[in-house]
């Protein structure tokens, strides 16, 4: 495994907390902010959701430590999809056990996980200046960066340099 320093990855870590807090296309017109909000949580929920299912079926085609990464994956996608879940509930929506399945081709490994991993975080990065309770984005941005990090985790387990660049 190619080793990065845990004063990097922090270093990395909170620069991209950092973007958490920046502008971007703002929220919703017209909507409240506790319905605003909720809709980009059912969005969140979804992929989440559909993250923890895809993690489970490409576990069932791996062994030894591969296997163990991608089924802590879809442990970590399944908490932040109840977390999510937990805070839909707190603006008065119902999360439901809505979820997209985001399927990897059959024979997939690690290495497509990682594009998988980028394609979430894209996802969370977007929804992010859009939301407009506080707590909601500290959660959103607590959940994109752990994005980055399954991506970093797979890089290592493929024995690549764990944060490739600025962006994934």
Do not use: K, N, W
């Amino acid at each position: 495994m190619v080793g990065l320093t845990r004063r990097a990855l922090l270093a990395r870590g909170a620069a991209g907390l950092m973007l958490a807090g920046c502008g971007g296309s703002g929220p919703t017109p017209g909507l409240s902010d506790a319905a605003s909000d909720a809709g980009l949580l059912m969005d969140a929920v979804a992929g989440e959701v559909g993250s923890a299912r895809t993690y489970r079926d490409l576990a069932s085609g791996l062994s030894g430590d591969g296997r163990r990464l991608v089924l802590r994956l879809a442990a970590d996608e399944e908490r932040h999809a109840e977390a999510l879940r937990s805070a839909a509930r707190e603006l008065g929506a119902d999360p439901g056990g809505r979820g997209d399945v985001l399927v990897l081709e059959p024979g997939s490994g690690l290495s497509e996980a990682i594009s998988f991993e980028a394609s979430a975080a894209a996802a969370h990065l977007q929804r992010l200046p859009r939301v407009r309770t506080p707590q909601l984005r500290t959660l959103m941005a607590y959940i994109l960066a752990e994005e980055v990090a399954h991506a970093a985790a797979l890089r290592a387990e493929l024995g690549r340099e764990p944060v490739a660049g600025a962006f994934l």
